[in-house]
Nanobody
Framework: QVQLVESGGGLVQPGGSLALSCAAS????????MNWYRQAPGKEREVVAG????????NYADSVKGRFTISRDNAKNTVYLQMNSLKPEDTAVYYC?????????WGKGTLVTVSS
């Protein structure tokens, strides 16, 4: 099993920045990729960004390209999401996801609110 714990959510003004962290534990050596998803009120969960554990290849949703950066620290089994130029439409619960052992694992989520 893989356990994921997110941190770093909160309230930020439009145009501001926020950094999220996701610490993984358990069978971390079996993780292929880690991703950030988000779910806004009344909307479906959507992928925001992803990174592979070995090569560090990244991908982003079009809506966050140029504003968000995903990175990893394999020594700490942690993935980060740096969010800049935040917009009200970025308001959502952000979930950490790991693909490992042939299945997906999820954290409990952290709330990001972008509002003045």
């Amino acid at each position: 099993q893989v356990q994921l714990v997110e941190s770093g959510g909160g309230l930020v003004q439009p145009g501001g920045s926020l950094a999220l962290s996701c610490a993984a534990s358990g069978f971390t050596s079996r993780i292929y990729a880690m991703n950030w998803y988000r779910q806004a009120p009344g909307k479906e969960r959507e992928v925001v960004a992803g990174i592979t554990r070995i090569n560090g290849d990244t991908n982003y949703a079009d809506s966050v390209k140029g504003r968000f950066t995903i990175s990893r620290d394999n020594a700490k089994n942690t993935v980060y999401l740096q969010m800049n130029s935040l917009k009200p439409e970025d308001t959502a619960v952000y979930y950490c996801n790991a693909h490992a052992l042939g299945r997906d694992f999820w954290g409990k989520g952290t709330l990001v609110t972008v509002s003045s």
